[in-house]
């Protein structure tokens, strides 16, 4: 499923969705097993706890701008804590969109967060 950045609520929590018939908990239901940069996607898969099955979950069209990961050592699996569509500051004014772009907000419980520029969300169940 894609989501245009445009067309997602602000500060809804995107770690919760439901997509047609299914519901996804990325917080409680999953474990995030990898995070990469490839061709102008930032792309994060989730491992389902119990089935073990996988999601990709693609920004695509993404500019870094903040990435901070701490406390390496605790790191088993990462659990996403938030994901949020937010407002950025220019010239002293909040503003929701840069062009095509949406600022989102990354945050995992862990204490690592990332922030960054995307033009939308691809969300696809890997095959087993």
């Known amino acids: 499923m894609k989501i245009d950045s445009k067309n997602l609520e ?3 929590n995107l770690s919760q969705l439901e997509l047609g018939e299914c519901y996804y908990d990325f917080h409680n239901d999953f474990d995030c097993i990898r995070i990469g940069l490839e061709n102008n996607f930032l792309i994060f898969l989730f491992k389902k706890i119990i089935e073990g099955y996988i999601i990709s979950y693609r920004f695509e069209n993404v500019d870094i701008v ?3 990961f701490i406390n390496f050592s605790e790191f088993n699996n990462l659990t996403i804590d938030n994901i949020y569509r937010g407002r950025f500051e220019n010239n002293g004014k909040l503003l929701e969109f840069n062009n ?3 600022y989102f907000y990354l945050e995992f419980d862990q204490g690592s967060k990332m922030e960054f520029w995307s033009k939308g969300i691809i969300i696809e169940k ?3």
């Open 10 to 12: 602000l500060f809804r």
């Open 100 to 102: 095509e772009n949406s």
């Open 66 to 68: 903040n990435f901070e």
């Open 126 to 128: 890997m095959n087993d």
